[in-house]
């Protein structure tokens, strides 16, 4: 069987008049028990029956009466008394030919028959639609039901958790996006981000490896860029607010124009790792003036222990090939043992760090 289900599918949507937009402004319409019955010629058993209740344009145009997808066009129609016939011409993946006809029924209803064939094989679709009364097809009809549809898989998306936000962020802002409509609820539960340092710290970190690695993800600035917050503003505010409060982790991933300056206030005795890994010049400096050739006990006891520590840790791991302990060893490979306080103080005595 080479017909796609894609294809029974189109031939199984309500037999009333869907195709107008034009129509769906009018506000009412024909509310219809529409039975649909498919059969694949040659073949030993027949589709079961199919019924749903569909809302229909009132007084639409006769030949919106047949069942087609936005790829196939309606020829030669044709009609005499209350019977109409018509060929049916389908392009693209599902391309198909086919012929139909139907009758009007007055007010009880419609009914119908179409033939269609693809690569070969023929299928037969017996429907009748039943009418049942009115309805309003503004509200009622497949594009108001497609919408509303849309509209509670978006709300959905809304509660997803405020980390993964960045992620979906096209499906409510991109132009033309299935979401757009719930674009200010969306920004509203995004804008908290825009404020919280460990978020953005942790995300620009995130799309930083990814991007060395090869791969995409969204980002977050683009996500912040179509709820009408910049980049430039945001981080303006943020490093501002990481310097008065001695953020050195924020300033050393997204501030680096305030880096050099933040190198020379930093507190050893807080920062160190941040001037062990931003401040090669200045955790130098440091080394050599409080670190190196200091005895254990003496050692012990400085206020720039810490410091000391971290620096020591960070020459062995260089001296080891290793970027900091931030790269991942290769898989069956032990991961190096964690050199002890006496190994790192050894390091300093030995002027590993001195000159």
């Known amino acids: 069987m080479r017909i796609s289900f894609k294809a029974l599918g189109i031939l199984l949507v309500s037999c009333v008049g869907l195709q107008s937009a034009a129509l769906a402004q009018q506000g009412s319409g024909v509310r219809y028990k529409v039975t649909s019955k498919m059969e694949m010629v040659g073949m030993p058993f027949a589709m079961p029956a199919r019924s749903m209740e569909v809302c229909g344009p009132k007084n639409a145009p006769a030949d919106n009466l047949v069942p087609r997808d936005k790829n196939c066009s309606v020829l030669d129609y044709r009609v005499v008394g209350n019977k109409s016939s018509f060929r049916i011409v389908c392009t693209g993946k599902d391309a198909m030919t086919g012929t139909g006809e139907f009758?009007?029924?007055?007010?009880k209803g419609y009914r119908g028959k179409m033939t269609m064939a693809a690569d070969g094989e023929q299928m037969v679709m017996?429907?009748?639609?039943?009418?049942?009364?009115?309805?309003?097809?503004?509200?009622?009809?497949p594009q108001a039901q497609a919408n509303a549809m849309i509209g509670k898989s978006c709300s959905q998306m809304l509660t997803t958790p405020v980390e993964g936000l960045v992620a979906i962020a096209?499906?409510?802002t991109?132009?033309?996006s299935l979401c757009l409509a719930k674009k200010a609820p969306f920004c509203s539960k995004l804008a908290p981000l825009?404020?919280?340092?460990?978020?953005?710290?942790?995300?620009e970190v995130m799309?930083?490896?990814m991007r060395k690695a090869g791969a995409t993800m969204p980002s977050q600035w683009d996500a912040f860029q179509g709820c009408g917050m910049s980049r430039a503003s945001l981080l303006a505010k943020s490093c501002a607010k990481a310097e008065a409060g001695n953020d050195y982790d924020f300033i050393g991933v997204l501030c680096p124009e305030r880096l050099a300056a933040t190198c020379e206030r930093a507190d050893p005795n807080k920062g160190a790792r941040f001037l062990v890994d931003r401040c090669p010049a200045r955790a130098k400096q440091l080394a050599a003036q409080?670190?190196?050739g200091r005895g254990y006990t003496a050692m012990s006891t400085s206020p720039y222990r810490d410091f000391c520590n971290a620096y020591a840790?960070?020459?062995?791991?260089?001296s080891n090939g290793e970027d900091h302990g931030s790269t991942p060893g290769k898989a069956g490979e032990k991961a190096p043992k964690k050199p002890s306080f006496r190994d790192r103080l050894k390091s300093l005595k030995d002027g590993v760090i001195g000159g």
């Open 194 to 203: 825009s404020t919280n340092a460990k978020f953005l710290r942790e995300q």
């Open 174 to 176: 991109a132009p033309g």
């Open 207 to 209: 799309e930083a490896g």
């Open 290 to 292: 409080q670190c190196a």
């Open 126 to 141: 017996n429907f009748d639609g039943q009418r049942l009364g009115d309805c309003d097809y503004g509200k009622e009809g």
């Open 170 to 172: 096209p499906q409510f």
């Open 313 to 318: 840790g960070a020459q062995l791991e260089d």
């Open 103 to 107: 009758e009007m029924l007055g007010a």
